[in-house]
């Protein structure tokens, strides 16, 4: 039993988990920020331009309701449109969001990941030089 506490520790307090934790708050509330931008920014327009109070309020009544001797036979059939379109656009909008987080992420992983340029080698020393001056002098002797 204590291997497994020791072992859930170390998977508890790993890297990896913890960053996992952090990128799920943000993300929640990163949803919040895209569902407020949609609801107060986006729909309102759309809701002027359909001609509804507001964008959950559109709907397609595909059949009304059957009223005989003042009960209810079959009720009314409606098409929530609006609300369908808000989620649509929710999600398009933290697709694309997040398309362009993983996009700047992995640009930002190749700049890291390439290396320098390797230097141009050195120019040889005054003391190379001249040895390699000597060196030429003496298999110019040695063939002569």
Same mark, same amino acid.
Request: aromatic share 4%; proline share 2%.
């Given at each position: 039993m204590g291997k497994f506490i020791q072992d859930f520790k170390e998977f508890a307090v790993r890297g990896n988990v913890i960053d996992m934790a952090v990128g799920l708050i943000i993300g929640a509330a990163f949803g919040k920020i895209v569902s407020s931008l949609v609801e107060d920014v986006i729909m309102p327009p759309i809701a002027l331009?359909?001609? @509804?109070?507001?964008?959950?309020?559109?709907?397609? &009544?595909?059949?009304? @309701?059957?009223?005989?001797?003042?009960?209810? &036979?079959?009720?009314?059939?409606?098409?929530?449109?609006?609300?369908?379109?808000?989620? &649509?656009?929710?999600f398009i909008i933290i697709a694309f969001v997040i398309f362009l987080m993983i996009k700047g992420i992995m640009k930002l992983k190749r700049q890291k990941v390439e290396e320098p340029a390797p230097e141009a080698p050195a120019p040889p020393s005054e003391e190379v030089k001249l040895l390699s001056d000597i060196k030429e002098l003496l298999k110019k002797q040695t063939n002569s």
């Open positions: 331009l359909t001609g @509804a109070g507001n964008v959950e309020e559109i709907k397609w &009544v595909l059949r009304d @309701a059957i009223i005989e001797g003042g009960e209810v &036979v079959q009720p009314k059939v409606v098409m929530n449109i609006g609300g369908f379109l808000q989620t &649509v656009i929710d």
